[in-house]
């Protein structure tokens, strides 16, 4: 797809089963994701995307196939902690992941299974905390803070621990249109910043913010390609199970109606195209 | 009023006072030192000039009086009970009887000094949670665990589970004053009856508190591994308590105090 960086991760002809479920979860999943790609990842409720995450830091291991991080296969116990250190995962639930009650606690977390030195730690954990902008709470009892913002927290918990890629299932699915903004605001920094990013998502407009779109449906890889195409590909999105967004609704019916603009990632965009019309 | 109001004891609040200052270590072995020391005085002005102690700890840590007055509430009913059964049944001077009970001047002493002794011991529990962070608190058990790790005692994993359980009662808490009211809604009752219908009342909040504390569980699992967690490797920590000067003036001044109230409690 991109021609950007090295390749992160590597899924091959993945298949994975859940114990009691007869039906895999993935079926012979081939992709990759280069450093610095933003891709999401969409598909129905059970249609694998949280398989996928987990599969991708060696939480689950494939039946079949192989995942590997900078090559390293997942299955290799021994570097097991390199694998996790550069795949960053959050969750869907902020409170779910908060291991201490103190921000700056939780957030030390991830550097201190690393076994590195409080200095070293604190630098960390003061770097995470001011990427996404809570350095003044560092000493605030977790629970406290808003869902945005424990959102924040925990994905400074995973930047602390300084990885090439962020998957994000879901992460702003829990938490009010407010705090999901600001999360999405700094997922698009974090990009910017070089991060690579898969980000898991239910919300077509979260989509539009990427620039590859993975479609999921049950276990199978349906479509992989830029989110304009998907969009514009009716069958696909009733295959897939997704709604267009109601910009993309607009944006179409805009071009039935011979009003044409580009594609827009945001209603900003799309603003700002239609006051330059002429 | 939610349930994180309650329950006080475990709730700790980041001051910078002389208390939250002292290492985590001192504090809690003072507290339980204290705690015993409670059951070694058996007088009751001793007693009182121990309370006293507790108060100007307290004082010094900032706790606000409501905050102490409120960790009582879950003692309550033990506290009322000890004091019924106290004032009739010990026998000495009688002062007041009627309906063939008699309140005797020892039976009001005696009660008075084990609600002294009880709310003591919540005081000072009060207080400890109240000036000293749950992961310090852990951290001071850690390192009292430390010898039996030679013996294959999992002293850290311990540990990290206290700190984790702790962090997880606000959580909690606010998760049962969700469920109590989405029950409430459906036309449950949890006020009327006797004890046993209420204890009754209150499955249909067990339950789906315990069903997601499992899934809670399951995703906190999940999530620490991805955080590079894995059970049994060298942790290293980002605060490393070390003994200073203020630390030995306490225990000095601790041990000062125990002494002179146990000298006068055996006078």
């Given amino acids: 797809m991109s021609n950007k960086g090295l390749r992160l991760l590597d899924f091959e002809g993945v298949t994975f089963n859940y114990q009691n479920q007869s039906a895999p979860a993935v079926k012979g999943c081939t992709f990759n994701i280069r450093e610095g790609e933003f891709v999401s990842l969409v598909g129905h409720n059970s249609s694998g995307k949280s398989t996928i995450a987990k599969l991708s830091n060696g939480l689950l291991q494939p039946k079949e196939g192989q995942v590997c991080v900078y090559g390293i296969p997942t299955t290799d116990q021994e ?22 009650s103190l921000v700056e606690d939780d957030v030390a977390f991830g550097p201190e299974n690393l076994n590195l030195p409080p200095e070293e730690i604190r630098k960390r954990v003061d770097e995470a905390l001011s990427i996404v902008g809570l350095l003044h709470l560092l000493k605030h009892p977790v629970h406290h803070l808003s869902g945005g913002q424990k959102q924040l927290v925990a994905i400074a918990g995973i930047l602390a621990i300084k990885p090439k890629l962020l998957i994000l299932d879901e992460a702003t ?45 049950k276990g199978n890889i349906i479509f992989d390609g830029k989110p304009e195409d998907l969009f514009s590909n009716p069958p696909l999105l009733a295959r897939a199970g997704l709604e267009r967004p109601p910009l993309v609704q607009l944006v179409e019916s805009l071009s039935g109606n011979g009003i044409n603009v580009p594609f827009p990632k945001d209603e900003n965009e799309l603003v700002e195209a239609l006051c330059r019309l002429k | ?37 409670i059951f070694v005085v058996g007088k009751l002005l001793p007693l009182l000039a121990l309370f006293v102690l507790a108060m100007v700890c307290a004082a010094l840590a900032k706790v606000p009086l409501m905050h102490l007055v409120r960790g009582m509430r879950p003692i309550l009913i033990l506290i009322v009970l000890t004091v019924v059964i106290q004032l009739f049944s010990t026998s000495g001077e009688p002062l007041l009887s009627f309906w063939g009970l008699t309140i005797t001047k020892e039976g009001i002493l005696v009660s008075l000094f084990v609600v002294l002794r009880l709310i003591l011991l919540v005081s000072i529990s009060v207080i400890l949670t109240y000036a000293t962070s749950p992961l310090d608190l852990t951290f001071a058990l850690e390192s009292f665990m430390l010898p039996l790790k030679r013996i294959g005692f999992p002293a850290s994993e311990i540990a990290l589970m206290m700190s984790i359980a702790l962090r997880f009662i606000p959580t909690l808490l606010e998760e049962t004053d969700k469920i109590i009211k989405a029950q409430t809604s459906r036309g449950a009752d949890f006020s009327s009856g006797g004890v046993i219908a209420r204890a009754k009342s209150f499955i249909p909040v067990l339950i789906p508190l315990f069903v997601s504390a499992f899934r809670r569980a399951d995703e906190l699992a999940d999530a620490m591994e991805s955080r590079c967690f894995i059970t049994g490797e060298k942790r290293s920590r980002l605060h490393v308590p070390k003994l200073g000067l203020n630390d030995f003036v306490a225990v000095a001044l601790c041990v000062v105090a125990m002494a002179g109230v146990y000298v006068w409690s055996i006078l």
């Fill in chain 1, 173 to 217: 699915s829990l938490i009010d249109p407010k705090g999901r903004k600001q999360v999405l605001e700094k997922i698009k920094h974090l990009h910017k910043d070089g991060y690579a990013i898969v980000m898991i998502t239910h919300r077509m407009e979260e989509v539009l913010l990427s620039e590859r779109s993975i479609a999921l449906e």
């Fill in chain 2, 1 to 37: 009023m939610s349930l994180a109001n309650f329950v006080t004891i475990g709730q700790f609040v980041p001051l910078d006072t002389p208390i939250h200052r002292l290492d985590p270590r001192v504090k809690l072995l003072l507290s339980l030192v204290l705690l015993v020391f």
């Fill in chain 1, 79 to 100: 570097r097991l902690i390199e694998i996790r250190a550069n795949v960053g995962l959050v969750f869907q639930n902020p409170d779910n992941q908060t291991v201490a």
